[in-house]
């Protein structure tokens, strides 16, 4: 397991590599801020981060589903902040840890953080796919009822020959199916 | 003002924390009968979550965020309110002097960044990184909007990433970064320090265009709508008095302590007057201007396309709560508009026609897809 630390306070990784112990491999590196070059080449598994941190923002950034390696950030808070810690769990994608860093937990919060940051990762991913899929159907429903006004086709008919193209081609039915409806409109385009 | 009267507000150090710094100073709050202790909070997540689960009751915030927390943008949703604006203007991108020695010194810095930026890809060098505060922040939509309006697309022709206000002039200086937007005074404390040079201010995008809003949660201002008008009205008497040009001295010796914003005092000092704490009725919370940053989260992809703008835009942005304080101190009340102007390249924003408009720039995600 990668584990890096921000914290200008070497004592919170040595809490971490104590909570840490016999978990192999285990690389722990302490940084006293953020920085991205550092982080992209030690390539953590989850981010340890206090909550009162300034690089706090920066690392919420780097959790938007655009970012390609997103990191599951692990929070801590101390007892000074009564209320904060109600908050416990954001988005999936950091884990609220209360009463600061206690070693005999720290095993537990990092592993259950990032089961359920790929977890969170993984829905989204397939609620894009789904997006995706569902834009597909669409563009096939429109090109299937071009084909069936055009060549004067039944639906059945319309959808065959939608697949046999796609399988002629050897290419997605939404791909073929996009094709032809922008031919069409280049057609009717060069028509006007 | 039922258990209400023991306040505690957040914010961060800049400028712009000053009605809430004035308001303790100056005796604003202790005049309405609130006892409230300010808390320094070093990042804008942080001032989020915090307000979220009560662990603050109110904060400075980025206009952005409430609208943000309410539709569920980076978060879970969570619904909140902004009954007044703290400021407008007074955000700035500073460029550092590392890019600014090779412009001409009359030569306009986005034209020259557009000849620099060829260059560098011609040349295979890596591209320029600026910052911004916050991903939800005017400072954000800001800078994108001025380097798309130059042809500059935030998204492929440099790269824009996030780092805390107070670091940014560090940065700089390390080389990390080629620049960065945010707020005062840490753009006058870069030029000072001979690292920067302003490139672009709020006001040369947008006159008076949005900048802090005092954010609080729904359900706190329907517990407490009368801790909620008292706090209205001292914040709002306070940001009169900080936009008093002869009180800046005083504000700026006040801000520079080590427990508000501790930067050096002359930055503070010539910066103050481009924040607007209080003219032309700048403490609205007018729902067009809501609206438009809503519409720039949704251009740049932060906001679902099918988001109901004008809804979501009058639920957060709660004139009617202004008005009420207002008509108390005998202000005039909120203009209702349905149209945004002040814009520097002339266009106006309609309200109506906020998700066209968000579809409509020839760089953004929704024109790409």
Redesign the interface.
Known sequence: MRVLVVDPDPARAALVVEGLAGVQPLEVRQAPVFDEHEAASFGPDVVVVAADSPDRDTLESLQDASVVNPRPVVMFVDRSEPGLAEAAVRAGVAAYIVDGLAPARVRDILEVAMSRFHLMHQLRQDLEKAKADLASRKTVERAKALLMKERGLEEEQAYKLLRKLSMDTGRPLGAVAADLLAFAGVLKGDAG | MSGAAGLTLGFVPLNDAAPLVVAKERGFFAAEGLQVRLSR??????VR??V????LDGAHMLAPIPLACTVGA???AQPMIAPMALNRSGAAFTLSRRLTVYMAPDEPRREALVRMIAERRAQGEPQFVFAV???YSMHNYLLRYWLAEGGIDPDHDVRI????P??MASRLAAGELDGFCAGEPWNAVSEDEGLGEVAMRASDVWRDGPEKVLGVTAAWARREPAALQALLRALLKAGAWADDPRNHAELADMLARPEYVDAAVSSIRRSLPTTNFHRDGANAPLPAQAAWLLSQMMRW?QAPRELDLRGVAEYVYRPDLYNQAVAELGWAAAPVLDTVDGFADGTVFRLDEARAYAASFALGRLARS
């Open positions: 909070e070093v990042s804008w997540a942080t979550d915090k979220a689960t009560g662990a980076g978060g879970d505060v916050f991903s990433v996030v780092a805390p107070s670091r992809g």
